[in-house]
């Protein structure tokens, strides 16, 4: 299954895919922001990790465009944050953004983060 | 509480009124969980959260329009349950009339939320993100990196980091001039949240627990809940420097000891970060800004910032995938090529100049001189290209001397607008860390005794804030770096009265005001009448000069009272060529810097006289300057005994008084690479070194300082009696 | 002197000057170049000939005349054997090179301590072979800094 990594922190990604590796998932795309992965986003993208506060495009506003597309409209899209205050999190996931993990998690939280979106984009 | 599922809540949200304060609140919990619930499907997702949403602008009472906000909350909801809906037709029809699943059923019903309870929903690790209060961390104290951390990992963090503050860094003195960019903001603001998230992975939680707090001071400002006061930015850039030190101190672990050492102030900038109130910038809040950066190649304060943030931003997101890309090379064969390339074309021009070639033998050879040409040509391309590998930007220190401003200003209680221009300048490597100890002793004199304090400017009828200005540019084949003041301008009584204290001078007659403004270049001259903190650092306005003649620059002031103060420096593009005039004394041949040189004429008897006390001195419109035998001094057989049947060069090097060089005859510019006659000869007197000429020879490069300096000793220069000079 | 006795047999080449043939230990030579242009370096010691070009680099010449405090009258300056001690390359002017020979430890003689126009200070020893007579250089010393430092300074100071 691919994923589509994107975080503006070349480490951070690093850290997203070594993590997605542990826990037994081999295929990755990576960008840089939001611009970036729209770029690189096509159907044979199955999830979609992103950063949330990202120059250029914020995650936010990456899967806003993202799910006005009409290949990218039932990917899960979760979001990588280090801060979980509400109103942020409402107003990502009103952008279309499924379900956030906070930073610094570890790859089980991921996988049940994982797990708990992909029978629903089934 | 109850548990609820979206029918229930649609069914809830329709019966409330926008004063239904209480219900609103306790709804908009519900729907912010159910939002999250897995079994919702992703479809109703954004439209749960967008009424969870809607509904806690009623609760704090974000919204005027209260019915309208209720409204779309309804609309909201019920599209989430239409979407529910819908993905339940879809599922069951994709299901084919098999087995309904559980959890696909339950969404609509089933879902079990209990009302409300957040805070955080989910995140077992959420806690370790806000770590423990770090003011319980003794300084000093040490701490090891983490044992079983990626070391490559951490490197990447480590490159990564850096740059990520430096963006930060740059960024924040942007704000300086514009506190309201809020892309700038952000861009500090992701600096220190990327370092906090990615360090605390790596299980760095010192860090990452600074790194929070730094950045929850910039979210506020983000947030506009603070202004970016002097406070703030004073509390962000000390957060800045932290985390450089932070960062050196790891890079320094995983080298050495992987030991971890608390800096100094952590735990006080730790607390002060948590703490800050802008309330309490009292000593500050007069003039929130003190001091204002521009850059004057962007003429709105608006786009400078707006040039700068994105810029930096851009620089920090795309680590390796954009920009040009480099190679390091090893300076010394770098500086090898360039030797090379300068050898390759003096030999170039041997060939070019042989008669064989140039004709002069008498055989035509028009083949022959036109393919020397075109190698020529080649070989000044690539000594051009070579020089420009050892060129970089001013730019880097323009940005250091911007922070510094700030700090000096602040210290020293001045308002200053510092305004940099040029900043694209190129200057050869070498020489960048050689004029930055010279500039930075400048700015600060500059804003230290160059800039009056506020009241003074203003009951002198100025601006209270005072303007420092750096500017860099190209003239004439040298890099000129400017820094002018609107300051008071140099004190010429005073200088004239220390300078005769300190046995400088006996007095200020026959001086010109560039003499005397040049005596504070003088060895252990200072006219601060109060040894600071800022300029007490045991460097003088000497070593700035010695400084700048190490690397064949020259530097001139010029001042008006009441007006301010300008420094010229003027520097030679790069110091593997000089630019030189070659010169003839009787048999022998020097080269002299060509920035030394102010002009050569040939004299006229009546120019010349001897001054006891002063030597040979030749007068040129009102100056009286003393004159040099290049011929005594080098001790050159079969030169040139009398000025008029010679050449006079006038030279100069910033303190002494412009001096006279007899010469025989120019023989032309060349441009030369310049190289030491070897440590076994170690220093000669009077040359600063050699360098090939054209015919394969060595030419010794003049050290014009010296030579001033060893013609007005006498004893080095023993005038035979009676050499007045008659008409 | 004593102290080298042990190691002072090798190969050395040999030069002339001023009608004595000297050696020089072959390991310390770089080259041997004719004769070129030599650029006076002005208020510097008279054993230093000044500096040439020598593929790009400048690299100092002594006089050897000078430094043994001979004249330089009937002087043929033919050409320049260039030394290397450690890092260093210095030129130094020979009347005419004559050949590398090998001498044994046991050719090898102390030279004597008082010498007739040569500081015996510069000689590693004496090398008899075929029925002549060589000076051994120990070119450490004869191109050591600290007394060309010493002479540069004073020269400067005069």
Redesign the interface.
Known sequence: MKFLVVD?????R??VV?ALQRIGFNEFVEA??GQEALGKYDESVKFVITDW????MSGTEFTKAL?ERPDG??V?VLM?T???V??D????????V?????????PQ?LKE?ID??L???A | MTPLTLDDAAALLVQLEPTDQEDIAKLREAL?DL??D??V???A??L???A??LL?ELADHRTDDREATLAAANVALDDAVTAVEAAERRAAARRDGGEARA?SAAATTTAPIVVPE???P?????S??TPAPAATVVDGSVDTVPDDS?LD?LR??II??VE?VANSEAALLTLEASPDDAEAV??V??AF??V???S???GLHRM?GFAHEA?SLLSRVRDREIAYTSGCAELSLRSVDMLKAMLADIDRALAGDRRLVVPVGYSALIAALASYDPSHDASLAASPHSVATTSTAAESGDDTARRAA?AA??A??????TGDSTVRVRTDRLDRLI??I??LVIAESMIAGDPLVSGSAGGVHHDLARKVTHAGKITRELQELAMSMRMVPLRTMFSKLTRLVRDVAIKAGKQVEFVTDGEDTEIDRNMVDILGDPLVHMVRNAIDHGLEAPDQREAAGKARQGQVRLSAYHAGGNVVVELRDDGNGLDRDRIIRKAIEKGLIESDKGMSDSEIFALIFAPGFSTADTVTDLSGRGVGMDVVRRNIESIRGRIDIASAPGKGTTFTIRLPLTLAVTDGMLVRVGT?RFIVPTVNIHMSFRPEPSMLSTVVGRGEVVMLRGEVMPMVRLHR????ADAVEHPTDGLLMIVGDGEQRRTVLLVDELLGQQQVVA?????????????S????LGD?????ILDVGDVVALGQSGASVPLPAGIALAA | MSTATATRGGKFLTFFLAGEEYGLEILKVSEIIGMQ?I??????PSH?R????L??????IMELRARFGMPRDGAEDTCIIVVQVGA???GVVVDKVSEVVSIGDAEIEDAPTFGDGIHTEYLLGIGKTNGRVKLLLDIDRV?S?DE??AA?AAA?TA
């Open positions: 503006d922190s070349a480490t951070m690093r850290i070594n840089g922001d506060n990202m120059p250029n799910r409209r039932d899960p990588v280090a801060r979980s509400r109103e999190i409402l107003t990502a996931m009103e952008a279309g499924n379900n956030y993990v906070v930073k610094p998690f570890t939280v983060k708990a979106l029978p629903a984009a | 912010a939002a999250l897995v079994q499907p992703l479809a997702q954004p749960v959260a967008r969870a949403r806690g959890s957040m805070p955080s989910v995140a077992p690790a959420a370790s993100s990626d990992l990447d963090f990564e980091s990520c952000n861009t603001f992701r949240h990327t906090k998230g990615t605390a992975f790596l990452a950045e994105p931003a851009t920090g997101a795309t680590t390796g995938t030797d090379l300068g050898e022998e001094l080098f001790g050159v190289k030491s006659l070897g440590e076994w000869l170690g220093t000669v007197r009077g040359i070194g050699g360098a090939i394969g020879r060595v030419g010794l | 242009p650029t006076r370096v002005p208020r510097t230093i000044g500096v040439i070009n593929r790009g680099k400048v690299i100092p260093v390359q210095t191109l800094g060309v430092a540069a400067s």
